[in-house]
């Protein structure tokens, strides 16, 4: 396995998940078969990218969590509007 990544949610350091067993472990399980379809799909020059937006995604972040269920509502009330 590879070097241990970190990052900082909500001030705190955690540890990301870096192998596509780790990153599978980490996700809820209603999510890892979406992870799995998406894994399996991704060519040679894609699964980079595609293990990146899974890894962010296996750590929580309450503040960006917040953060996008807002950015949701503003756009649903904008849409309601016209």
Do not use: K
Not at 15 to 41: G, Q, T, Y
């Amino acid at each position: 396995m590879g070097e241990s990544l970190r990052t900082f949610v909500g001030g705190t350091e955690v540890e990301v998940p870096n192998s596509i067993p780790a990153i599978r472990a980490a996700l809820p399980e209603e999510r890892r078969e979406e992870f799995d379809r998406a894994i399996n799909e991704a060519g040679v020059h894609e699964i980079q990218a595609v293990m990146r937006h899974w890894m962010l995604e296996s750590v929580p972040d309450p503040e960006a969590e917040q953060i996008l269920d807002r950015l949701a509502q503003d756009e649903a009330e904008r849409r309601n509007v016209s």
